[in-house]
């Protein structure tokens, strides 16, 4: 059985930092990419930032030069800061694990952390 527990987010200000840790655990092998999703109400869930095993890094333009993706790869984890956070970050916050090759594998998804960005 494989768990993906996300961590961390919750009320941030406006301008300040959001922070989120995920932890993979259980029989997951040979993690390959992870990501960061969020799904606002009444919108499609959308992707943020992902990170593949080398540590290769890519971010969506809503999130560009305001978010930093990191792993550790011995801990299976991946954490998503962002700095300088607006409303439209408001969101449930989805972390991503894909366990195998890129072709195949099983993807799995965390229960979501929510974070509402708010003075």
């Known amino acids: 059985q494989v768990q993906i527990v996300e961590s961390g987010g919750g009320l941030v200000q406006p301008g300040g930092t959001l922070k989120l840790s995920c932890k993979a655990s259980?029989?997951?092998?040979?993690?390959?990419?992870m990501a960061w999703y969020r799904q606002s109400p009444e919108k499609e869930r959308e992707w943020v930032a992902s990170?593949?095993?080398?540590?290769?890094?890519s971010y969506a333009e809503s999130v560009k030069g305001r978010a930093t993706i990191f792993r550790d790869n011995a801990r299976k984890t991946v954490s998503l800061q962002m700095h300088n956070v607006i409303p439209e970050d408001t969101a449930v916050y989805y972390c991503?694990?894909?366990?195998?090759?890129?072709?195949?594998?099983?993807?799995?998804w965390g229960k979501g952390a929510v974070v509402t960005v708010s003075s």
């Open positions: 991503f694990v894909h366990d195998g090759p890129s072709g195949g594998g099983t993807d799995y």
């Open positions: 259980g029989r997951i092998f040979s993690i390959n990419e």
């Open positions: 990170i593949t095993s080398s540590s290769r890094t």
